[in-house]
């Protein structure tokens, strides 16, 4: 059973980075592609970046695009995503998640974690 354990969250100013991790554990890590997501309280969950399972593709929500960027690690099964230029409205708990048949933006994936808080004060 393949098992997402997201680190990395905590509450940072405005303008400030945070680099979330996804530590994988149970399968085939390189046969999944990982996504991120978020969900900010009252909200439904989006998505904010995806990555194949090669890394040779991302994508990313345009509210995050050139700030945000999705990688992975096969050899140590971990998917991170760095946050920088952090703004309040990005507070949120972020969930990764693995699938694998990657339809980018959707959020139709197998697994779950079970999600880190990032708080963004002004």
């Known amino acids: 059973q393949v098992t997402l354990v997201e680190s990395g969250g905590g509450l940072v100013q405005a303008g400030g980075s945070l680099r979330l991790s996804c530590a994988f554990s149970?399968?085939?890590?390189?046969?999944?592609?990982m996504g991120w997501f978020r969900q900010a309280s009252g909200m439904q969950r989006e998505f904010v970046a995806a990555?194949?399972?090669?890394?040779?593709?991302?994508f990313y929500a345009d509210s995050v695009k050139g700030r945000f960027t999705i990688s992975r690690d096969n050899a140590n099964k971990t998917a991170s995503l760095q946050m920088n230029s952090l703004k309040p409205e990005d507070t949120a708990v972020y969930y990764c998640?693995?699938?694998?048949?990657?339809?980018?933006?959707?959020?139709?994936?197998?697994?779950w974690g079970q999600g880190t808080q990032v708080t963004v004060s002004s």
């Open positions: 990555i194949s399972w090669s890394g040779a593709s991302t």
């Open positions: 998640a693995a699938t694998l048949l990657l339809r980018p933006g959707r959020d139709e994936y197998d697994y």
């Open positions: 149970g399968g085939t890590f390189s046969r999944y592609a």
